[in-house]
Nanobody, 117 residues
Framework: QVQLVESGGGLVQAGGSLRLSCNASGRTFRTYRTGWFRQVSGKEREFVAGISRSGGVKYYADSVKGRFTISRDNAKSTVFLQMNSLKPEDTAVYYC??????????WGKGTLVTVSS
C-alpha cells in the first residue's frame, strides 16, 4: 500500500504560480512512474504531466506545455508540479498518481487549485 499526500494547492490570480508537492510513503519511490492528473466537477479526470522513474523523461498534456514543469526527488519520495502562467481553466482538483513496479496504481486525495480571472 502506497500513501500519497499532496500539498500546495490554493487560490491564485490568473498569471500567477503555484507549486504542488506529493510525498509518497515507503522506500521504493524511485521504482515508480509518477505524475499528476486533474479533475473538474462533472468531468473526467485528465492527465496533466508524467515523469519517468529516473526523472529523465517528462511528458505533458498539450494544454499545459510550456507553463507547467514536473520534477521528482527520489531521495525525498516526492514529486512536484510547478505551475506558471496559470489560467482560470486550470482550476481543478489536482491528483498525484504513482504506478508501482508491479503496475499497481495509487492516487492521492487531491488538492484544490483555484485560479481567479
Amino acid at each position: 500500500q502506497v500513501q500519497l499526500v499532496e500539498s500546495g494547492g490554493g487560490l491564485v490570480q490568473a498569471g500567477g504560480s503555484l507549486r504542488l508537492s506529493c510525498n509518497a510513503s515507503g522506500r521504493t519511490f524511485r521504482t515508480y512512474r509518477t505524475g499528476w492528473f486533474r479533475q473538474v466537477s462533472g468531468k473526467e479526470r485528465e492527465f496533466v504531466a508524467g515523469i519517468s522513474r529516473s526523472g529523465g523523461v517528462k511528458y505533458y498534456a498539450d494544454s499545459v506545455k510550456g507553463r507547467f514543469t514536473i520534477s521528482r526527488d527520489n531521495a525525498k519520495s516526492t514529486v512536484f508540479l510547478q505551475m506558471n502562467s496559470l489560467k482560470p481553466e486550470d482550476t481543478a482538483v489536482y491528483y498525484c498518481w504513482v504506478r508501482t513496479f508491479y503496475a499497481r496504481d495509487y492516487w492521492g486525495k487531491g488538492t484544490l487549485v483555484t485560479v481567479s480571472s
